[in-house]
T-cell receptor, first 112, second 112 residues
């Protein structure tokens, strides 16, 4: 069965530092991969997605993620954190004709 | 464009009471779903629908019912509320089952 693991329930970085949020999935076939962001008291919104094609995917707000099949990973990065990036981030995986499964989430704190 | 609209935003129920969480989308999406969000557990799928008249169970369906009489609406019913159903509930819609999901703002439910 497909599953998603996000390493680190809380990540804290300083403003201007690199953001790295980790996501690994378990699957025997290539999945569709997503990163969503949730700001306080709001719903989730899509940051970026990978379906097919280029393995480095760029999203909104300067975020990007790289699909590495050999490592079954889809880590989210941003070169320079901004205070407005503080939120909870969810990695999700889905397959053709299957539902989307979400990781447990990583709360990102950005220190001034 | 309203997207996905959920009502109410907040609700307190007594154990044993019933209620319906409303969800409507105006994007003509075939696929709609309900998730519950609990701390440290990410989002878990309760029920989903691939089109009007078709619903199915997700990961955690017990205690919940759904129906889909129109493309636009997908209400979630709690038949007899229990404290274990205290959670934040999100409705989502997407073009297809495994494509980008658009989320509502959520309903924070407390069962006392």
């Amino acid at each position: 069965a497909q599953s998603v693991t996000q390493l680190g329930s809380h990540v804290s970085v300083s403003e201007g530092a690199l953001v790295l949020l980790r996501c690994n999935y378990s699957s025997s076939v290539p999945p569709y991969l997503f990163w969503y962001v949730q700001y306080p008291n709001q719903g989730l919104q899509l940051l970026l997605k990978y379906t097919t094609g280029a393995t480095l995917v760029k999203g909104i707000n300067g975020f990007e993620a790289e699909f590495k099949k050999s490592e079954t990973s889809f880590h989210l990065t941003k070169p320079s954190a901004h205070m407005s990036d503080a939120a909870e981030y969810f990695c999700a995986v889905s397959f053709r004709n299957n539902d989307m499964r979400f990781g447990a989430g990583t709360r990102l704190t950005v220190k001034p | 464009n309203a997207g996905v609209t959920q009502t109410p935003k907040f609700q307190v129920l007594k154990t044993g009471q019933s209620m319906t969480l409303q969800c409507a989308q105006d994007m003509n999406h075939e696929y709609m779903s309900w998730y519950r969000q609990d701390p440290g557990m990410g989002l878990r799928l309760i029920h989903y629908s691939v089109g009007a008249g078709i619903t199915d169970q997700g990961e955690v369906p017990n205690g919940y019912n759904v129906s889909r009489s129109t493309t636009e609406d997908f209400p979630l019913r709690l038949l007899s509320a229990a404290p274990s159903q205290t959670s934040v509930y999100f409705c989502a819609s997407s073009l297809e089952r495994n494509t980008e999901a658009f989320f509502g703002q959520g309903t924070r439910l407390t069962v006392v």
